[in-house]
Each structure stands twice: as structure tokens, then as C-alpha cells.
């Protein structure tokens, strides 16, 4: 075979790189797969701090966070900035299409606006936070679940997912004490933030009295509790409540709630991470409220 006859190798190997690229970056939107460990990541702009943002402004990036908000109709979308490549990986159409105005950016762009830490696949879209809910709202929901100062916003992110999952009627947490909307939020719950609630509440046990009278049954979700969350449920609507890593639920949240439960578990290790508990508690009222059908 001649030299002009043989395939550009280059050029396929390029094609199967971009693939690659494609399909892992799609594992870590859904997370199956974790994003680089701080330490591998970048170490440019060592001395960035952020932005000073304004109460009624929010950054959200990463490809599939920015579509599923784009896609949300109660989004106020103020500006999108974007690579070219990461424009035609949102599959949205032309810049001059867009009914908000588009920003043509570099990726150096955005490393200087959300940190060299930040995953952001070449997109950001600037946005209002989104329009707050009122508790009434959610009395048709058999499902809620509540969080008590858990302050990690990954931890929430992930708790946002599993809460989608399971159709919970939102996700109910402290003003004080617990992550505001964030783009860190919004990158960890994957697109989660734009498909359930999340309401932030000023007194967390004024709040777990106005469920119980929507109807609502509320267990509290700890290591100590006196009977397996399974032997618990009761009635067609539930609220799950779960407290920080460490010292889990307050003592007036404890005595607020109509019971305390556990998840019994047999292995060893008899804690778990707030996001996995919450999965798994997630998970038994649905199996409760399917066999109530």
C-alpha cells in the first residue's frame, strides 16, 4: 500500500479520542463513574478567589446541569457562556437562535469566573434563583423528605438525585446551617435541582408541625432509634428526616417528630454516609406507600 493509500491514522485515533471523551463525560454527569480528586485536577490560578455574586444571582455550569436548566420554564436565564465546542455538545442550535443572549468564551474564560477546580465542560449560564414554594403546595405529595442542617452541598446535590429517583414532593431544609443554590449544588445533583423543590425553611420543627397537620407522618431517621425504619411507616404520606453527618438530628427535631427509626445493617459498618441513608430510606416508604396502592 502506498503512502497516499493508507488510512490518516491520526485522524481516527482523534475521532475515537473524542468518543472516548464523550462517553466518560456522560458516566460522570450520571455519576457512575467519580470526577477527579482535587489534587489531579489543574493547579493554574492558585490564587483565585470568587466572585462576589449578587443574592439574586447564580452560576450554574457543567453540560448536562446547564441543559436540564435551560430546559426548566421557570428559569430566569440572564446570559449563557459557552465554548463553541461546548455549544454544539448542548445540542440547543446556533448562538443567534437563543432567546437570551450567548457569550462566546474560552475555557480560560470560565476558569477565571468559577475556579480551577470547577468541572465545567466549557459552559456557564448565569440565572436567577428559582421562584420560591410554599409548604400548602406540596400537601398532594405522599412523599417528602427533610434534611436538618446538612451543610455539605455535595451531600445535597446527591441527596437532590436520589429524591428525583424516588418522586419525593421536594426536599426541605434549613435557611441556617444548609447550602444555598448554588452551582456546586446544582453540579452535584446532576440536573436534580430543576426537577424537585427545594424549599428552605427558617424553624425547622414549626415546619414538621404544619406537614403533620398536611397529613404527613414524620420519622426521624437515627443510628439510636427504637424500631427499623421498615416497622415504622404508617398512613399514606411521609416525611424522612435526616440530620448532619456527626451529630445527626437536634433535640428539638427529635422530639418534634412523630417517630425515630433506624436502618438496621448487618455488615460491620453500621453508619453511612447522609446521602446513601437517605437513598435507602427513600427506597423502604416507597415500598411502604406501593403496598398501601
Avoid: C
Amino acid at each position: 500500500m502506498s503512502k497516499e493509500e493508507r488510512p490518516d491514522k491520526s485522524a481516527r485515533d482523534t475521532h475515537y479520542a473524542t468518543l472516548r471523551r464523550q462517553v466518560r463525560d456522560a458516566k460522570r454527569e450520571r455519576g457512575d463513574i467519580p470526577t477527579p480528586a482535587p489534587q489531579k485536577r489543574r493547579k493554574s490560578n492558585s490564587d483565585w478567589s470568587p466572585p462576589q455574586l449578587a443574592p439574586e444571582q447564580v452560576h450554574l455550569y457543567g453540560l448536562h446541569t446547564v441543559r436540564t436548566a435551560l430546559s426548566n420554564p421557570q428559569r430566569k436565564l440572564i446570559k449563557l457562556s459557552v465554548t463553541q465546542n461546548a455549544l454544539a455538545r448542548l445540542e440547543i442550535g446556533s448562538a443567534e437562535e437563543q432567546k437570551f443572549p450567548v457569550e462566546m468564551v474560552t475555557p480560560q474564560d470560565l476558569d477565571r469566573v468559577l475556579g480551577p477546580e470547577a468541572i465545567h465542560q466549557g459552559v456557564m449560564l448565569e440565572t436567577r434563583p428559582l421562584p420560591l414554594r410554599r409548604l400548602e403546595a406540596l400537601k398532594e405529595s405522599p412523599l417528602l423528605l427533610v434534611l436538618d442542617q446538612v451543610t455539605d452541598p455535595h451531600n445535597v446535590g446527591a441527596i437532590m438525585r436520589s429524591a428525583v429517583a424516588f418522586e419525593a414532593g421536594a426536599l426541605i431544609t434549613t435557611q441556617r446551617h444548609s447550602p444555598t443554590e448554588s452551582g456546586v449544588l446544582a453540579k452535584s445533583a446532576s440536573g436534580a435541582l430543576e426537577l424537585v423543590p427545594y424549599i428552605q425553611v427558617t424553624n425547622l420543627a414549626d415546619t414538621l408541625e404544619e406537614l403533620h397537620r398536611l397529613g404527613f407522618q414524620t420519622i426521624g431517621l437515627d443510628s439510636e432509634g427504637p424500631a427499623p425504619l421498615e416497622s415504622t411507616f404508617a398512613g399514606e404520606k411521609i416525611a424522612l428526616v435526616l440530620g448532619a453527618e456527626g451529630k445527626g438530628l437536634r433535640q428539638k427535631t427529635r422530639e418534634t417528630v412523630h417517630a425515630l427509626a433506624r436502618l438496621d445493617m448487618p455488615g460491620a459498618i453500621k453508619s453511612l454516609n447522609v446521602s446513601n441513608a437517605a437513598a435507602i430510606s427513600l427506597y423502604a416508604a416507597r415500598q411502604h406507600l406501593a403496598r398501601g396502592a
